[in-house]
């Protein structure tokens, strides 16, 4: 009976520590990609084409290269475990009466491939589906309108390089 009275008082405990970490603010709402290498790559190479990178890589995502769009910024995102890239715009604000909605591409060299995404309506940002970018290069290209001049831009080409490591 003991017991069975500390395993709900810490299940309410925990119960409660849950909710706390739901209202605060940084909890609420974090930035999916940035949480640190936590999240063990779920798929790699060709097996990434196509998928989603907040859900399979965001783990070890970092920013390769990026370029200003007016105020919006492009960047060319890149993950080490899962060897795919994708494109992300943010600050891409729009108004749809007088403005076209702004975009992001990823584009594989070797084939064409392309992703692209545009922010939701009342939305300033966005990723595109992730390449496999394992020995072959990408970029981002993206566009934005900031209602008196339109502005795009491609970021660099990446390719990941790989450390030759001495035999012993």
């Known amino acids: ?28 709402s974090p930035e999916p990609e940035s949480q640190g ?13 196509g998928r989603n990178p907040q859900t ?5 995502a970092r920013t390769v290269d990026s ?14 475990s899962c060897r795919a890239a994708w494109a992300r715009i943010s600050n ?18 070797s084939d064409g491939r392309t992703y692209s995404c545009s922010p939701s ?3 300033t940002s966005c990723y595109t589906s992730m390449v496999n970018d394992a020995n072959v290069t990408s970029y981002a290209f993206g566009e934005w309108d900031s209602g008196a001049r339109t502005y795009s831009g491609r970021t660099g080409s990446y390719l990941a390089k790989t450390v030759a490591v001495p035999a012993q």
């Open 92 to 109: 891409a604000g729009w108004d749809p009466r007088n403005q076209f909605t702004p975009f992001a591409r990823i584009i594989r060299n």
């Open 67 to 80: 370029l200003t769009l007016g105020q919006a910024l492009l960047e060319l995102r890149y993950s080490p």
């Open 1 to 28: 009976m003991i017991f069975r009275s500390r395993t709900v008082t810490m299940g309410a405990a925990a119960a409660a520590l849950g909710l706390v970490a739901l209202a605060s603010p940084a909890a609420a």
């Open 121 to 123: 309506s009342g939305g």
């Open 56 to 60: 399979y890589c965001g783990g070890d």
């Open 37 to 49: 290498a936590q999240v063990a790559a779920a798929c790699s190479g060709s097996a990434c084409d």
